[in-house]
């Protein structure tokens, strides 16, 4: 096999894992949510439906039909673009997670062009400078930052920002957001917070990342060279350290999507998070089972594109 090809078909094979690994979530998505306690049809007709028109409903939603009927069904629409219709409200799924979507991509775009070279250079600097005041001082803050749960991350925002200050509204969308001043106003504090829970791991890995491949022997032979520490890290080092450095970016601005219930539900931000917390109090399961399949897909993506950075960085798969 030629070495150029190699490349290539890591690639190929990581892609098919993903594939494969999708089709499994989503069975263990549909499977999960259908073993929720609780039957749908009583759930909308309430306590006082007869068994009658319970057993109506039922089969006018189709849930007589067998588990894995319904799952091929189910699988086939998301293929398809057609993620059902939820049992509440009566309307298209995808209608109903449009607008969420956008606002939760719309926060987690703000929050990784702000987090993201944050982190890079924190964790850079601090990997030039180990040992050094700073970069204790770094490794303090971060260490920090990880032990404060992200509700108090949150709630100190509020307090400070919004109660002491007066600078910010202590909800996001709680008013008008027509202008640009008052959109910056209603991103300004879950930014905050998500940065602050997100930036502190990457921060940690790319130091730590940087660290063991400054002491590899080539960035020591460009050392005995002459080279500067600047030089040392950023032309030789680094390059080599991105494999695990965007695997620690990927595990971390995942959360950005599906983990950010706490600070959609402490700002009062619309996002797809909030939406499944009400979805799973009305066991509305088209809901449900489409932001699951929404959280899995955004972390899969972000996984796969780390693994294939990781791949195509690997100088020794570019010769």
């Known amino acids: 096999m030629q070495a150029s090809l190699i490349p290539y078909i890591l690639v190929a094979r990581r892609l098919g894992i993903a594939l494969i690994t999708l089709i499994i979530v989503s069975f263990a998505v549909f499977f999960a949510t259908d073993l929720l306690p609780g039957d749908v049809a009583e759930i909308l007709l309430g306590q006082a439906a007869t068994p009658e028109a319970v057993a ?15 799952f091929l069904g189910w699988l086939g629409g998301l293929f398809t673009g057609d993620l059902g219709t939820s049992y509440v409200n009566q309307m298209p799924v995808a209608d109903l997670i449009g607008d969420r979507l956008a606002n939760s991509l719309k926060l987690a775009g703000v929050t990784s062009a702000v987090s993201v070279p944050l982190a890079l250079f924190l964790g850079i600097t601090a990997a030039m400078w180990r040992g050094s005041v700073y970069d204790r001082l770094v490794t303090a803050l971060t ?23 007066k600078w910010l509204p202590a909800l996001s969308f709680g008013a008008e957001v027509g202008t640009f001043w008052a959109l910056l106003k209603a991103y300004t504090m879950p930014v905050i917070t998500l940065t602050f ?23 020591e ?25 965007a695997n620690a970016m990927a595990l971390s601005l995942s959360y950005l999507v599906g983990g950010v219930i706490i600070v959609e539900t402490i700002f009062n931000y619309p996002g797809v998070a909030k939406l499944m917390v009400d979805a799973v109090a009305t066991r509305d399961l088209p809901l449900i089972q489409s932001c699951a399949m929404i959280f899995c897909v955004s972390y899969l993506t972000l996984i796969t594109l780390a693994d294939l950075v990781a791949i195509l960085s690997n100088p020794r798969l570019r010769r």
């Open 56 to 70: 109506g409903l039922r089969e006018a939603m189709g849930l007589n039909q067998p588990a894995f009927l319904r």
């Open 143 to 165: 260490i920090t930052v990880i032990s404060v749960p992200e509700f108090m991350v949150a709630t100190l925002a509020v307090l400070i920002f919004a109660v002491w200050l």
């Open 197 to 219: 829970v997100v930036s502190a791991q990457m921060i940690r890995m790319t130091r730590a990342a940087l660290i063991e491949t400054i002491d590899t022997p080539y960035v």
């Open 221 to 245: 032979m460009a050392r005995l060279k002459g080279a500067g520490r600047i030089r040392q890290v950023l032309r030789h080092a680094l390059p080599n350290a991105l494999g695990p450095i």
